[in-house]
């Protein structure tokens, strides 16, 4: 139990479908975070949210939409996905950076989607 | 801007076996430097970190040491089991940046 909680843990859904994940944190952080774990390929850092205002977004397709209405809560709405959004999808949550203190990233454990 | 290279896995070891996972860095200033751990079917777990140089971590018997002579942060175990079977990422932390290395899978054999 990390703090991270995400739901669903695993997610098939139709290219045309709308599907949403949720990710809570009980941890009192203030940065929230979306990854994307491939198959052989590095994580991938999606969107960052400091205080609820996205602070970074990597060149992130559109059909992947992040709505953080508060401290605790973050969401990732899907929108007409292609079989190679495939993958796990990692929240996570630390206090807001700087790093160089050790400030830690704490990771949900994770939703499995499949895009068919 | 940071990076890390960490020796590419598999690493396929018998149960009592020492580990090293190699984990070098690159990066401006003097970043916190951090191994995760990610079990089959999870999410990564923080599994030990240092904040500045010659700090060792530790944890679950695992350690690692900040060396910024070489900037390395290998991990090393004197004795595995089969439970730490998984994959390992090595992380630095820098300013507003994470980066994280691509993960060394570890499998350990009875």
């Known amino acids: 139990e990390t703090g991270v909680t995400q739901t669903p843990r695993h997610l098939v859904m139709g290219m045309t479908n709308k599907k949403s994940l949720k990710c809570e944190q009980h941890l009192g952080h203030n940065a929230m975070y979306w990854y994307k774990q491939s198959a052989k390929k590095p994580l991938e850092l999606m969107f960052v949210?400091?205080?609820?205002?996205?602070?970074e977004n990597n060149s992130v397709p559109s059909r992947f939409s992040p709505e953080c209405p508060n401290s605790s809560h973050l969401f990732l709405h899907l929108h007409t996905l292609q079989p190679e959004d495939s993958a796990l999808y990692l929240c996570?949550?630390?206090?807001?950076?700087?790093?160089?203190?050790?400030?830690?990233?704490?990771f949900g454990e994770g939703s499995w989607l499949t895009v068919v | 801007g940071n990076s890390v290279t960490q020796m590419e896995g598999p690493v396929t070891l018998s149960e009592e076996a020492f580990l090293t996972i190699n984990c070098t860095y690159t990066?401006?200033?003097?970043?916190?430097l951090f191994w995760y751990v990610q079990y089959p079917g999870e999410g990564l777990q923080l599994l030990l970190k240092?904040?500045?140089?010659?700090d060792k971590g530790s944890n679950k018997g695992f350690e690692a040491t900040y060396r910024k002579e070489t900037t390395s942060f290998h991990l090393e175990k004197g004795s595995v089991q089969v439970s730490d079977s998984a994959v390992y990422f090595c992380?630095?932390?820098?300013?507003?940046?994470?980066?994280f290395g691509t993960g060394t899978q570890l499998k350990v054999e009875l």
């Open positions: 996570a949550s630390s206090q807001v950076p700087p790093y160089d203190s050790g400030n830690t990233i704490y």
């Open positions: 949210y400091n205080f609820k205002e996205q602070t």
């Open positions: 992380c630095t932390g820098g300013g507003n940046k994470l980066t």
């Open positions: 990066a401006t200033g003097y970043p916190s």
């Open positions: 240092a904040t500045k140089a010659d």
